[in-house]
């Protein structure tokens, strides 16, 4: 048996425990969602994802099991973190002789555990039926993303925007840019009060001109006026809570006033059984940006590549990735006066995207002149462009948006 622990957010780090169990020949036991995380969510698998559908369409490749059977209660037990970005050798050969001595294995850590390339192609045939045909979300969430998606499209082709500007990520990160002294306090104490995250000193200017940093509200309204987007694109946003609320979200509005989120799409008798689940709520933001006519994150973190990843999978669907490095810079020179907003400026933003669009390319290897993890962790991840491994099974139908300065 093996048995795992997930984040909320956890559609990758699922489909690669699938792809382990079949490697060495485990029966798995859904997985159980962390519920100790920043966001205390109390769901459980079924309450996110379709269980009986999870374990119908893996039936010919991996047994799946609701829970551990009494009779194992009492059973040889082991908790392993398994080594990262590991291949087809590691797992037969060093985890797999475990069962020589364990009933049941649990896996202390499930996030990028197996290697993104370089496996037998019927181990990433497995990945992508976990991913896209096995593990979809529970019935009331499909039925009320499609209503959202339904609603949305109402207003006319839509942009999603994931706006990572969330207390979350911005204490996780480091990333004060904007904020008032009295904010990035708060976020600092929330980062050193965490107890799973390792880095506790950041700096945040550093941060910013690396490109780890979310894009804040203003920064992405200046980008989608940059791209040609008018000002009547809706815009749904795809977040929890935006840290300031609507002091930081004052010229984002300003220049894209059509801005929508579940909220304002959904009543709140509608969203009731879904408040105070982030997992859930997320799930609906899944589905609009999977189905949006242009999905655009502010930020490269799981939920942006596995949403980009899957809108790949269905027919390279427009995915905007900025260059969130390239891009900090000219806006700071906007701010010091030494550029200006217009065509040259446009003509700049347009060109530094011209290929970070979403469309078909081969999954990226490893960075030049990287060694050990780091040349592992510098791939591109498997389910943010699931290529060449995962073939396209689906038609486009988005339409696009007004692409009259664009380049697809």
């Known amino acids: 048996m093996l048995m795992l622990k997930q984040n909320i957010v956890a559609e990758m780090q699922i489909c690669d425990m699938v792809a382990v169990a079949r490697i060495i020949n485990a029966t798995l036991v859904i997985p159980e969602l962390d519920k100790r995380s920043f966001w205390q969510d109390t769901s459980n698998f079924s309450d996110v994802f379709d269980e009986a559908h999870f374990i119908n369409t893996l039936a010919n490749d991996v047994k799946v099991i609701k829970k551990l059977p009494k009779e194992l209660a009492t059973a040889r037990k082991a908790t392993r ?11 037969q050969n060093e985890i797999a002789r475990m069962w020589e001595n364990h009933e049941v294995i649990r896996a202390a850590k499930s996030d990028s555990r197996l290697a993104n390339n370089k496996l037998n192609q019927d181990i990433q045939k497995l990945r992508c039926r976990a991913c896209y045909q096995a593990l979809r979300f529970a019935p ?3 039925a009320m993303g499609k209503l959202l998606v339904e609603r949305m499209r109402s207003y006319g082709p839509y942009i999603a925007l994931h706006l990572r500007y969330e207390k979350d990520m911005l204490a996780f990160s480091g990333c004060t840019h904007g904020l008032s002294p009295a904010q990035a306090d708060e976020l600092r104490t929330i980062r050193e009060n965490t107890e799973y995250w390792k880095v506790k000193e950041i700096n945040s200017t550093e941060q910013r001109y690396k490109g780890y940093c979310p894009l804040t509200p203003r920064e992405v309204g200046i980008l989608l006026t940059a791209l040609g987007y008018p000002s009547n694109t809706p815009i ?10 609507d002091f930081h979200m004052a010229d984002l509005r300003f220049r894209y006033p059509i801005l929508m989120n579940k909220e304002k ?3 709140v008798a509608e969203l009731q059984p879904f408040l105070g689940h982030a997992s859930q709520m997320a799930a609906l933001d899944y589905i609009v940006s999977v189905e949006s006519d242009v999905f655009i994150p502010s930020y490269s973190g799981n939920m942006a590549r596995a949403v980009g990843g899957h809108r790949r999978f269905l027919g390279h669907r427009k995915t905007i990735s900025p260059d969130r490095k390239a891009f900090v810079r000219l806006v700071d020179k906007l701010e010091q006066g030494t550029l200006s907003e217009g065509r040259k400026f446009s003509d700049r933003i347009i060109e ?3 290929r970070r669009q979403g469309s078909p390319r081969k999954r990226k290897g490893p960075i030049s002149g990287t ?6 962790r510098s791939e591109e991840a498997f389910y943010e462009n699931p290529l060449p ?3 396209c099974q689906g038609e486009r139908t988005s339409v696009p948006l007004d692409d009259r300065k664009q380049t697809t």
């Open 265 to 267: 799409l959904a009543s």
């Open 81 to 91: 973190q398994f080594r990262s970005w590991s291949g087809m050798e590691y797992y």
């Open 371 to 376: 060694k050990g993890m780091d040349r592992f």
């Open 140 to 142: 009331r969430i499909e």
């Open 389 to 391: 491994d995962c073939l």
């Open 352 to 354: 530094l995207h011209r």
């Open 236 to 245: 749904y946003i795809a977040a929890g809570d935006i840290y300031g609320g």
